[in-house]
């Protein structure tokens, strides 16, 4: 029964992160490849990105693919932390365990960033995962220093982003209480204010690193497939035609977003 339900808190939990992240990766990149982006966008596009989604077969097989690596690594580091204990194994044998948790941890990480653009090959084009894994690979292999360049800069952002709102709500919170006579231990409710505020902003910059990286990866599809011809044109909006350098050959009331 432990099994059964570690197998149902996997796949719940992988099934609600994989959902939230193709209804979000489908609703941005709607808005991305959309040639008008005032007249083309859907009426609906979280409401159709998430039907869409439920509607697709592959994402049963990219949850099974997730939870089965998840719990294979699991199993090898709690029977490698069995066999390690103190007195049973040779310093080599943990010091191998260590690399072992090290490596698991480098490829969970490279799963978790590897499934997340597939994720978004998967709303934008629907194929299968396997064929979205790689085509999303190949793609940020073959744009190399723009992803690290915004993944970093991102990530620096969001975490100022959420470390402001966090402080913020903290400072205000503890000036707020600390003027209250009647409570004994005003520093608990700033404690649970302070995690709570952390909890929501976290939810809520997810949200902006999932449009980052839909917009950024169907960039990258952009610049690969179109020109800016009449037959080509760029899909991007103004703002980034002008950013990047790019136009298409059109006239400029043809291109206003």
């Not at 934008?124 to 190949?138: D, E, L, T």
């Not at 909006?237 to 977003?257: A, F, H, Q, T």
Request: overall charge positive; proline content about 2%.
């Amino acid at each position: 029964m432990q099994v059964y339900h570690l197998f149902g808190w996997f796949w719940i939990m992988n099934f609600i992160i994989a959902l939230g992240q193709c209804v979000l990766a489908g609703a941005f990149a709607s808005y991305y490849w959309a040639f008008d982006k005032k007249n083309d966008i859907p009426t609906f596009p979280v409401a159709a990105s998430f039907y869409r989604t439920l509607r697709s077969v592959v994402l049963t097989n990219t949850l099974q693919t997730i939870f089965y690596s998840k719990v294979f690594v699991l199993i090898l580091l709690l029977a490698f932390a069995k066999f390690s204990q103190p007195g049973q194994q040779s310093e080599i044998a943990k010091y191998l365990m260590k690399c072992l948790k090290c490596c698991f941890w480098c490829l969970e990480k490279f799963l978790k960033f590897l499934n997340k653009n597939a994720y978004i090959e998967i709303a934008v084009y629907g194929k299968n995962f396997c064929v979205s894994a790689k085509n999303a690979f190949f793609l940020l292999m073959r744009n190399i220093l723009r992803v690290v360049v915004i993944d970093k800069v991102t990530d620096f952002l969001l975490f100022i982003g959420q470390l402001s709102i966090t402080l913020g709500v903290g400072v205000g919170a503890f000036y707020w209480f600390e003027r209250q006579k009647n409570l004994n231990y005003y520093l608990a409710p700033v404690f649970i204010i302070v995690i709570g505020s952390y909890v929501i902003a976290s939810a809520f910059f997810n949200v902006y690193n999932m449009a980052i990286d839909t917009v950024f990866l169907c960039f990258l599809e952009d610049l690969e497939r179109n020109d800016g011809s009449d037959t080509k044109p760029y899909y991007m909006s103004k703002r980034l035609k002008k950013i990047m350098g790019k136009k298409n050959k059109k006239n400029s009331d043809e291109e206003e977003d």
